[in-house]
């Protein structure tokens, strides 16, 4: 038995079980495809399949949806996250090289 983990970007999952560990129905998780705030890769026959990040991005998609945000607005939060968060990145890389002799 292998305790390697599967890459979390890697589209494992089919839109129907997506949907379900999203909490949503397919229609939202195409209208997310279709905004631009997700992107599932595809099989050869065009098929799409959602990774474990695709999960959690719709996940919080889905909170700020229920917060009352539209795709359009939801787009430019979770923008501004992303930036955020390779800021932060980029930050602690650079911290990191000015601390060694």
């Known amino acids: 038995m292998s305790s390697r983990q599967p890459d979390p970007a890697a589209g494992v999952y089919g839109i129907s079980v997506a949907a379900d560990l999203v909490g949503t129905g397919v229609q939202n998780l195409r209208a997310y495809e279709k905004a631009g705030l997700v992107r599932p890769s595809r099989t050869p ?6 990774s474990s990040d695709d999960i959690a991005r719709m996940r919080r998609i889905a909170e700020l949806v ?3 945000l539209n795709l359009n607005a939801i787009t430019m939060v979770l923008d501004l996250q992303d930036s955020n968060e390779r800021l932060r990145t980029e930050n ?7 601390r060694k002799p």
Request: hydrophobic fraction near 25%.
């Open 45 to 50: 026959g065009g098929t799409r399949l959602y």
């Open 66 to 68: 229920a917060e009352g």
């Open 92 to 98: 602690a890389r650079f911290r990191s090289r000015s």
